[in-house]
């Protein structure tokens, strides 16, 4: 298991988006939206999106700077976080030093 930057496609994101609306939530299919446009193709300074992977994508998550903490651009904000049920409290997204 393990954190890598995503490089998947839209498609790749449907299996979350579809439990995430199950449960209520829609900001994955607004996630997967801004996949399909392009926004993460480029790397762009102060903004990345994260893979949770086994075999198959069990998650993601943005880090985006903090927009409040311009003098700060090491701080950054985790947004859009979301892990399959069958995958949560299994350590997929626990911070590792």
Known sequence: ???????????????????????????????AAEVDRGEFRQPEPGKALFGFYADTL?????????????HRPEVGRLRDVY???EHRGQGVAVRVD
């Open 83 to 85: 892990v399959l049920p």
């Open 1 to 31: 298991m393990g954190v890598a930057s995503f490089r998947g496609t839209a498609d790749d994101l449907k299996p979350l988006v579809r439990a995430s609306q199950a449960e209520g939530w829609a900001f994955t299919a607004t996630l």
């Open 58 to 70: 069990l998650g993601v998550c943005v880090l985006v700077r903090d927009p409040y903490l311009e």
